[in-house]
């Protein structure tokens, strides 16, 4: 419109010349056109501005006819959002009357949005499944094992890189002698493995009583007043924290000890390993190849990764070749185990032979002796997967010192894994029930501190699950 306006202005400016013309030319040029006078000129202009006009009015109704055209389309619109509505509303009214009664209604819009979701995944959509908890029939035990491939799994690999590396011999299975057949040279200078510390040395006084004056403080006092008291019984949390003076100091100074192919592990693994026992006996394997439903953690165990405390992050069988752990048998004993892969033989140190017999024995250790081997021949690779397909056996040595006043089988069972990780035997002398209260006392003053540890730590089991 202001654009026809602007052409309409400028072309009365043309056919109007300015003041400035002389009206003796306007006459003339009337004079010379005797056809054409002022009226016709009026003529002209009124028909000019006419068409004009006439266009002017045809743009303003085709915009009102296209605005009245928009607003249509946009009201058959709301129209149709609103029937959508009404049809949801009233397919929402018949779930809510074929519900069952006492459904909620938090309930009923579930059922409703799973039914949506469900049309949609019909069209390419979003499925959305709303489960109810009561109404659920998940199979736990195959939860668990899948749980277990991905650990399986990176065992297995961590078990093949570790295997392609070149093995080295430990020190005790090298030989002294260097050279060819013709000549042998005694290396000199081999360092010395094992024995580097006194297991029964008297307890340091600083040590000692740095202990007794926290213990005074501390919240702690009956943790160690049972550490300290003889016939008093260990429970696991003592067996375990005796072990981590063990575990670290193996790990900063593994020449003390006869090797450095060794680790040691607190009670949590055989406990766990016999209430699993049972479990794993009547588990089916997996049918992916993936063995049967270990106990909680043992893939953690397998690489090192238990116990974490002073983690030795090495694997069974290529790094380790012996295995010392705490066991409870009949729920009131406690036995040093010593796990030999090398020979494929438990052996038991017991300082009450009379209080299991050896069938009784047996069945505490069976759990280990079946499952490791099966762990080892799952996760191991080549040649060496033949050597673990039979159970380990065992033996319980008995020309070991005894503790002839009950209650300090744990006190036993703990210096019977120290003196032969260290590579001393077992002296009876130092080893019995009248310097009990020493070794009780230094092994208090040792953990304190070493490790800190005062008996009031939550014991953290990570490697459980949620349907453990």
């Known amino acids: 419109m202001m654009t026809e306006a602007g052409q309409m202005v400028r072309s009365l ?24 006078d002022v009226e016709t000129m009026k003529g002209e202009i009124v028909r000019w501005l006419t068409g004009l006009s006439s266009n002017m009015v045809g743009a303003v109704e085709k ?43 938090r309930a009923k819009a579930r059922d409703t949005q799973a039914t949506m979701s469900e049309s949609e995944n019909e069209n390419g959509g979003i499925s959305v499944v709303v489960v109810d908890k009561e109404q659920s029939h998940i199979d736990y035990g195959s939860v668990k094992k899948l749980k277990q491939v991905g650990k399986l799994r990176a065992a297995h690999i961590v078990a093949r890189a570790k295997s392609e590396r070149q093995r080295r011999l430990a020190a005790t299975q090298q030989s002294p002698f260097d050279g060819n057949s013709t000549a042998k040279v005694i290396i000199p200078n081999q360092p010395k493995q094992g024995q580097g510390y006194n297991p029964f040395a008297n307890p340091d006084r600083q ?6 004056n926290w213990k005074v403080k501390g919240s702690s006092s009956h943790w160690f007043y049972i550490l300290l008291t003889p ?20 790990t900063k100074h593994p020449e003390w000890f006869r ?26 394997a997996n049918p992916d190849g993936s063995g049967k439903l270990l106990p909680p953690g043992a ?12 983690r030795s992050n090495k694997t069974w069988a290529l790094e380790i ?33 009379a209080y299991a017999t050896d ?8 759990p280990i002796a079946h499952m490791l081997p099966y762990m080892l021949h799952m996760l191991s690779t080549g040649a060496e997967r033949e050597l673990y397909t039979v159970d380990f056996t065992h033996e319980r040595e008995s020309e070991v010192p005894q503790n002839k006043q009950s209650g300090d089988c744990g006190v036993y069972c703990l210096k019977y894994i120290e003196c032969h990780a260290l590579g001393i035997s077992f002296p009876p002398h130092e080893l019995c029930d009248k310097k009990i209260k020493t070794t009780r006392s230094q092994m208090a003053s040792e953990i304190f501190d070493e490790t800190r540890i005062n008996g009031t730590e939550k014991r953290d089991y990570k490697h459980l699950g949620l349907y453990d």
């Open 63 to 105: 915009m009102v006819r296209e605005a009245k055209k928009d607003s249509a389309e946009e009201s058959k619109g709301d129209e149709s959002d609103e029937s959508k509505g009404d049809e949801s509303r009233a397919e929402e009214s018949k779930a809510a009357e074929t519900a069952p009664k006492g459904m909620t209604t």
């Open 259 to 284: 090797s450095n192919r060794i680790c040691m592990l607190d009670a949590v693994f055989t406990q766990m390993w016999t209430a699993k026992y049972s479990e794993f006996l009547v588990s089916p």
């Open 299 to 310: 893939l953690d165990y397998y690489t090192g990764e238990e116990p974490a405390y002073s």
């Open 231 to 250: 016939t008093k019984w260990l429970i696991d949390t003592h067996m375990d924290a005796s072990i981590n003076p063990l575990r670290l100091r193996c």
């Open 207 to 212: 040590k000692n009583s740095a202990l007794l």
């Open 359 to 366: 069938a009784e024995i047996a069945k505490a250790v069976k």
């Open 13 to 36: 400016k043309t056919v109007s010349p300015s003041r400035t013309q002389s009206d003796a030319k306007s006459r003339k040029k009337a004079r010379e056109s005797p056809g054409l």
């Open 321 to 353: 070749d012996d295995i010392y752990a705490p066991l409870l048998v009949k729920n009131g004993h406690w036995v040093a185990c010593w796990i030999s892969i090398p020979r494929r033989r438990i052996v038991i140190w017991d300082s009450d032979l």
